[in-house]
């Protein structure tokens, strides 16, 4: 049973330009998470979805971000017109139902240059 | 701001000493509790978790304990290795704000061969 994927695993991008990122849960994981973490810090949640549908997206920043989980295809973070601050590491976790243990994907790992 | 805080940012053992990890929360709606072992470079492992109807849960060669009077939560890990040096989080739950975790900002174990 395959794990939480995570592609890519790394990302350069210049300053203005768009950043997608994709998950794929695991087998039977219908909820989906992604989680922020900068350099020393903890992570910090963005947003969660389901199947076509945003449950939380409070710690999602108002402008230049968005997500979405299609009915088929992995779940998409993008990230418009970055910036320097939009470097991190970009986690995505999946769980079989919310309020469930959540399983962590190897990351993205974002550089704006 | 954050309600999850670790008390010791850095844990220094020797191999096969016992470690103990811990974990406090401010709110007291919190209900349900996550350990992650996080390596460098990689994302999150789920270690162990809890729920607040309980004050004690075992795995293998880890322990955590709850005690919600003081909101404290702990992570044992026994007979420690070499491989278990990482950075360890505390994640939590809060009830009625659906699956999204609130994460510690961690605390780095290093095992001393």
């Known amino acids: 049973n395959a794990g939480v994927m995570q592609n890519p695993r790394h990302l350069v991008r210049r300053r203005g330009q768009e950043a997608r990122l994709r998950c794929s849960p695991m087998?039977?994981?219908?909820?989906v998470y992604w989680y922020r973490q900068l350099p020393e810090e903890g992570l910090k949640f963005m947003v969660y979805l389901q199947k076509e549908n945003i449950i939380d997206e409070s710690g999602m920043p108002k402008e230049r971000f968005s997500a979405e989980f299609p009915k088929e295809g992995p779940s998409i973070l993008r990230i418009q017109q970055v910036v320097r601050g939009d470097s991190a590491a970009y986690f995505c976790a999946s769980s079989d139902r919310g309020y469930n243990e959540q399983y962590f994907g190897p990351g993205t790992r974002l550089t704006v240059t | 701001g954050e309600s999850v805080g670790l008390h010791l940012p850095t844990l220094s053992v020797q191999e096969g000493d016992n470690s103990i990890i811990n974990c406090a929360y401010s709110?007291?709606?919190?209900?349900?509790f996550i350990w992650y072992k996080q390596e460098s470079g990689k994302g999150p492992q789920f270690i162990i978790d809890i729920r607040s109807n309980m004050d004690k849960r075992q795995g293998q060669r880890v322990t955590v304990l709850l005690n919600k009077t003081v909101k404290h939560l702990s992570l044992q890990i026994a007979a420690t290795q070499p491989g278990d040096s990482a950075v360890y989080f505390c994640?939590?739950?809060?009830?009625?704000?659906?699956?999204?975790?609130?994460f510690g900002q961690g605390t780095e174990l290093s095992v001393k061969p």
């Open positions: 087998k039977g994981h219908s909820h």
């Open positions: 994640a939590e739950n809060i009830e009625g704000q659906g699956g999204k975790l609130i």
């Open positions: 709110n007291s709606a919190s209900d349900y």
